[in-house]
């Protein structure tokens, strides 16, 4: 078995959208395309929901960047899809040229600049939704996000933008922030895929009961969950790190950002690596929690680590 997370598909396998399924064949051949993930959604909730029906409710954008093809929700985001995927207080943005113009450049940021990241974003996404808090929500906007029970769908607002997680916020818009930020949920959705489809913990590794990594630079945002995660929520945030500081890397060794750019890529990079250093000392104390495999893909981690 590959020691490091996939980054590929593999053909047949659960995740694979062209296989011959017949719930997939069916959407494949009425052109409804789009809805595939969510019947992937079916699949992994089990609740009788049906997600794919619900799904066709909502139009969708074409957007091509490099020959990758995404689709870009429009129309009401259905209830029973909101509901699974804690986006009760969000609806779909409103599609204008100023994002569709962010989002273009955001994607060919990726293609031009970082092409092997860019490869993961294409592998592990297909769908996109831009969100905004419903009118008269009060509550603090999500950058983006993506949810392992929804594959290949990610989710963002006009706030990914400006803000570089955790601590990072721009005061002027830039395509290069999105697109750290697609590339954050890419991330994430092909670690998902993985761990759906490999032990990476030990046999009854349970979240609900698993130890805590206390983190620190989180002490100051108020919600125990955000201080103290979990094994397999501290092993997704170093393997996303990893690629994030990669990218923040290469983007400070270019010369045509923005002052502004540069300052908040350079504060968001120095932020980062401490930090993932930090997380992976920590889950080399925890490796009984991990599989052999998990162990194998620990000590890959700390070999990429290492090289930051």
């Known amino acids: 078995m590959n020691t490091t997370i996939a980054t590929r598909v593999p053909v047949g396998s659960f995740f694979d959208l062209g296989r011959k399924d017949p719930e997939l064949l069916r959407l494949r051949e009425e052109g409804a395309e789009s809805a595939l993930p969510f019947a992937l959604m079916e699949r992994l909730i089990k609740s009788g929901t049906p997600y794919a029906q619900h799904a066709q409710s909502l139009r969708s954008e074409n957007v091509t960047v490099a020959g990758a093809n995404f689709d870009w929700f429009d129309a009401g985001l259905p209830v029973e899809i909101a509901n699974e995927i804690n986006l009760t207080n969000y609806e779909i943005a409103e599609h204008t040229d100023d994002r569709r113009a962010a989002l273009a450049g955001a994607l060919d940021r990726l293609s031009l600049v970082h092409p092997e990241r860019f490869a993961r974003v294409r592998e592990f996404v297909r769908g996109l939704l831009w969100v905004g808090l419903k009118p008269g929500i009060r509550a603090s906007s999500l950058t983006s996000s993506s949810d392992p029970a929804l594959p290949y769908v990610i989710v963002f607002s006009d706030k990914a933008r400006h803000h570089i997680p955790p601590n990072t916020v721009s005061p002027e818009p830039s395509p290069r922030f999105l697109a750290e930020n697609l590339l954050h949920e890419g991330t994430h959705q092909s670690i998902s895929f993985h761990v759906l489809q490999h032990q990476v913990f030990a046999d009854g590794y349970s979240s609900q009961d698993s130890p805590k990594i206390e983190i620190r630079w989180r002490a100051g945002q108020g919600v125990a969950r955000n201080q103290f995660w979990e094994v397999d929520r501290a092993f997704h945030a170093t393997c996303v790190y990893n690629q994030l500081l990669r990218f923040r890397r290469t983007e400070l ?25 930090y997380l992976m000392r920590e889950l080399e104390l925890l490796t009984a929690h991990f599989s052999p495999h998990g162990v194998e893909l620990l000590a890959d981690l700390r070999q990429q680590t290492d090289r930051l």
């Open 253 to 277: 060794d270019r010369d045509d950002l923005t002052a502004n750019e540069r300052a908040c890529f350079q504060a968001a990079y120095d932020e980062g690596l401490p930090a993932v250093r």
